[in-house]
């Protein structure tokens, strides 16, 4: 059975940094790939990034390409979102997904879910 637990999540001012983090307790983690979604009030929940079961492979959407860094510890049981160069259009519940069945770029296609973390962006 699948346990995401995520963490990390804040309030920083705009510009600022924060790192979630992304644990899980009840599977085999560094077979499968994983990715970061988030979801702002009033909007469907959009990719953030993903990364291959062995991290040698990224992929990011363009509104956080360049800013945020997608990684994954395999020997711990978990992945991380770095965070850089936030702004305010970053405000959202940021959640993790695991078991993909299709496009990773579709929520929907994500089997388990983690709770979700708030980040909120000042300006």
């Known amino acids: 059975q699948v346990q995401l637990v995520e963490s990390g999540g804040g309030l920083v001012q705009a510009g600022g940094s924060l790192r979630l983090s992304c644990a899980d307790s009840g599977r085999t983690f560094s077979r499968d790939p994983m990715g970061w979604f988030r979801q702002a009030p009033g909007k469907e929940r959009e990719f953030v990034a993903a990364i291959s079961w062995s991290g040698g492979s990224t992929f990011y959407a363009n509104s956080v390409k360049g800013r945020f860094t997608i990684s994954r510890d395999n020997a711990k049981n978990t992945m991380y979102l770095q965070m850089n160069s936030l702004k305010p259009e970053d405000t959202a519940v940021y959640y993790c997904?695991?078991?993909?069945?299709?496009?990773?770029?579709?929520?929907?296609?994500?089997?388990?879910w983690g709770q979700g973390t708030q980040v909120t962006v000042s300006s």
């Open positions: 997904a695991a078991d993909p069945d299709g496009s990773w770029y579709d929520f929907q296609d994500w089997g388990s």
